[in-house]
């Protein structure tokens, strides 16, 4: 995926998860998630943003409302960082 890809999914607001504001190292856990959207599915791309500004991208580890809904456990990989 590239960034301009990432800006277009973004600005239609599809596979996107919001993150807290926070400088991100590694991968992402679901205590560091704010909300994703529902049709993320485990293995899709999505892209990371945090208040409409680009973070990243990575493949999901678990659905959408599973991000949102879990306690504990990794999200997503994370495979660029902007």
Do not use: N, Q, W
């Not at 973070?55 to 659905?63: E, I, M, N, V």
């Amino acid at each position: 995926m590239t960034r301009r890809g990432c800006e277009l999914l973004l600005r239609e607001g599809l596979y996107t998860v919001e993150i807290h504001d926070f400088p991100m190292r590694g991968d992402l856990f679901v205590g560091g998630i704010r909300d994703a959207s529902p049709e993320i599915r485990p293995g899709d791309d999505v892209v990371l943003h945090s208040e409409g500004r680009l973070k990243g991208f990575g493949r999901s580890l678990l659905a959408g409302h599973e991000m949102v809904r879990l306690r504990r456990g990794m999200a997503v990989k994370v495979r660029k960082r902007f």
